[in-house]
Nanobody
């Protein structure tokens, strides 16, 4: 199982970013996918999740209405569209899947600062 995130960067407050996570090594459409984030000195926190067929999503309350998780089961890719970014969204973002074990990508840094 491999997960490779991309799309992070440095943006100003109010800007948007779209993260991508390309996966391989399992039947992608069979499994829910998640995005987590982590800041130094704190544990990893759940941000958003989506079911296998993409018709059910869940969000951390502080990102609801600003972030949108989606997936393309043909491309084996999960996305996180992040709008109206705030400085408190600064973190390393990881995609995650549980296929008998928990698997994580290498993470992508998102920095929101003026």
């Amino acid at each position: 199982v491999q997960l490779v995130e991309s799309g992070g960067g440095l943006v100003q407050p109010g800007a948007s970013l779209r993260l991508s996570c390309v996966v391989s090594g399992f039947t992608f459409s069979n499994y829910p996918m998640n995005w987590y984030r982590q800041v130094p000195g704190k544990g990893r926190e759940f941000v958003a999740g989506i079911n296998g067929i993409g018709d059910s999503t869940t969000y951390k309350s502080s990102v609801k209405g600003r972030f949108i998780i989606s997936r393309d089961n043909v491309k084996s890719t999960v996305y996180l569209q992040m709008n109206s970014l705030k400085p408190e969204d600064t973190a390393v973002y990881y995609c995650n899947v549980n296929v008998f074990n928990n698997y994580w990508g290498q993470g992508t840094q998102v920095t929101v600062s003026s």
